[in-house]
């Protein structure tokens, strides 16, 4: 079974300091993991994701991802957050199949 | 670049009312989804057409259908509409590919009075 849990509801940050946004699955094969990002009134937008290539990810936004089997995460990271980077930001994980299982989302503020 | 289109953007209906929703995916996608997201709430998976048949089934009310056309357009229709079906309804779709990345439309906010 499959399963997605996003440690923090609400992540705060002042800009220009570093973004942490973390993600654990669960999940019996290996699987796909994304990260999307929402925007107030806006669709939600692919930031990145794993498919068993490289286990770091380099996404749009300067944001990144590392894919650690050995502790079924997948964190999102940004160096140094930004103004425009306040959203909602959602972690997914599929197995290759045609049903994708959110996490209920992280809601990151980035204070001035 | 092409993206995911979805229409109408805004919607209000009354209670008891039917709504049609409607997603033109990606040009060569042939997989579609559609989300439901409540206020508040993460998306919820509700179904999904792969080359325009049925291909999984989530949390979709009996009350609503689906269906994917021979131009993978896909259309949701919800009948006998509930205060508690307003929400935010993204449609995405996807290439026939393993790894089925999945990319979202603007969303189609139902509004039911």
């Given at each position: ?59 749009i ?52 | ?7 109408p ?23 579609v989804?559609?989300?439901q ?28 259908s ?18 508690g ?29």
């Open positions: 079974a499959q399963s997605v849990t996003q440690l923090d509801s609400h992540v705060s940050v002042s800009e220009g300091t570093p973004v942490l946004l973390r993600c654990n699955y669960s999940s019996s094969y290996s699987p796909s993991l994304f990260w999307y990002v929402q925007h107030p009134n806006k669709g939600l937008q692919l930031l990145l994701k794993y498919t068993s290539a490289a286990t770091l990810v380099k996404g936004n300067g944001f990144e991802a590392e894919f650690k089997k050995s502790e079924t995460s997948f964190h999102l990271t940004k160096p140094s957050a930004h103004m425009s980077d306040a959203a909602e930001y959602f972690c997914v994980v599929s197995e290759a199949g045609n049903q994708f299982y959110f996490g209920t989302g992280t809601s990151l503020t980035v204070i001035p | 670049a092409a993206g995911v289109i979805q229409s953007r805004h919607l209000i209906k009354e209670k008891r009312e039917t709504a049609t929703l409607k997603c033109y995916p990606i040009p060569r996608h042939d997989t989804y559609w989300y997201q409540g206020p508040g709430q993460d998306p919820q998976f509700l179904i999904s057409f792969y080359e325009k048949m049925q291909s999984d089934k989530g949390s979709i009310p009996d009350r609503f689906a269906q994917q056309f021979s131009d993978y357009h896909s259309e949701l229709n919800m009948s006998s509409l509930e205060l079906d307003s929400a935010l309804y993204f449609c995405a779709s996807s290439l026939p590919s393993s790894f089925r990345t999945q990319y979202f439309g603007p969303g189609t906010r139902l509004t039911v009075l």
